[in-house]
């Protein structure tokens, strides 16, 4: 039988837990069930000694879950709410990208946060995990049947084991520049990985660099330096520019050049008065004022002179995104050249700078970061 390690507070979820055991059991799965419960003997806890207790709780689970992959182990499935969601949430995120883990939880929040650099599948019980009942059951017996298909297989290969590829970061506003790039790979026999650069993707970008997984990396698609320093929402990556930094490096302003914001009806008013567009019908994009491109430019000069590998920047002076282009309502030729003028300030003088006439999307742009990549690789 298949083992899979099952994190939940047994003290109070000792029903749930016993439920969902019987059916991974019906389909072939053993369960080891680690207890991540406080057990604080009844005492209410106040913040600072509750979040220290919780931390202490997860790195015990993490050291007993760490043994029993090396071991057997599958997989790993959390069950909980609060408290317990969190606790299990941080042992889950401490594991391997790609070892399997599903989280059954009823925490109504956005999971991009705690999961954008690990592979954790958010399986929403929508009932509080407080009693069985006919919603919950359903929700638990479907969770027994996906780990039993995800875990089944025998043990995954860890990220370190797979081929390296080339790390390329994208958005649907650059993806006319990302797919010619991948053809090109292709083309030569090499494989790409390409990350979404929405404030999210950068943080599984930088995690696989961290891991030995790219043999270059083509930041195509800086936009996230807007969310992290104007106005956007996005996770902790504190690595996103400097992870892989010993790695041959092409970097363009790709997405730079607007800040990606909610459903238009949520945006703040005074980026309603600047031009702007609804990408979809949840997001909403927002041209950068001049100010704004010095300073996303000038940061992203910082990050890029900290690195030890070789670099090359190019720059797209016939548009930055899908929708700075000729009519765009976006496009901003003046706004480029603020772009251009602050890297050459503020880059290093054995970093490259190759300004363009073309839109990011044409032919010369791909075939100019091939040749570039070409050159700073050998």
């Known amino acids: 039988m298949s083992k899979v390690i099952v994190l939940a507070t047994v003290a109070t979820k000792s029903e749930e837990v016993d439920f969902f055991v019987a059916r991974l059991a019906e389909c072939g799965m053993q369960a080891q069930i680690l207890d991540i419960s406080l057990n604080t003997g009844g005492v209410i806890l106040g913040g600072k000694e509750k979040c220290h207790a919780m931390d202490q709780v997860a790195q015990m689970a993490l050291a007993q879950v760490d043994a029993a992959r090396m071991e057997d182990a599958q997989g790993v499935v959390a069950i909980g709410g609060g408290t317990g969601g969190e606790i299990a949430l941080q042992v889950l995120r401490a594991l391997p990208i790609h070892f399997p883990k599903i989280m059954v939880t009823t925490l109504p929040f956005d999971p991009r946060f705690v999961v954008a650099d690990n592979s954790i599948i958010i399986v929403p019980t929508l009932a509080d995990i407080s009693g069985l009942n006919a919603t919950l059951r359903e929700v638990l017996a479907n969770a027994a049947l ?176 899908h929708q700075d282009c000729a009519g765009g309502p976006i496009e901003d030729e003046d706004l480029r050249a603020v772009c251009l003028e602050t890297l050459r300030r503020h880059l290093r003088d054995n970093i490259t700078i190759t300004p363009i006439d073309a839109h990011i999307f044409a032919p010369e742009i791909t075939e100019a970061i091939m040749s570039k990549l070409a050159d700073i690789s050998s």
Do not use: W
């Not at 506003?173 to 010619?180: I, L, Q, Y």
């Not at 404030?199 to 936009?223: E, K, N, S, Y």
């Not at 000038?298 to 548009?319: D, E, F, K, R, Y």
């Open 146 to 321: 996906m780990t039993s298909g995800l875990c089944g297989r025998g043990k995954k290969d860890e990220l370190t084991r797979l081929n390296r590829s080339v790390g390329i970061t994208g958005l649907g506003a650059t993806d006319g520049a990302v797919k010619p790039l991948l053809k090109k790979f292709s083309q030569q026999g090499r494989e790409a990985t390409v990350f979404h650069a929405n404030g999210f993707g950068g943080a599984a970008f930088a995690r696989f660099a961290q891991q030995d997984a790219f043999d270059a990396i083509i930041d195509l698609t800086p936009h996230e330096l807007t969310r992290i320093y104007l106005a956007g929402v996005h996770a902790d990556m504190p690595t996103r520019f400097s992870a892989g930094g010993s790695l041959p490096r092409i970097v363009l302003p790709g997405g730079m050049n607007f800040i990606g914001l909610g459903e238009k009806s949520l945006v703040q008013s005074h980026y309603l008065y600047r031009p702007h567009y609804e990408h979809s019908g949840l997001f909403t994009h927002v041209k950068l004022m001049a100010e704004e491109m010095a300073l996303v430019s000038t940061q992203l000069a910082v990050h890029l002179n900290a690195l030890a590998g070789p670099c090359s920047v190019i720059v797209p002076m016939g548009g930055f995104s």
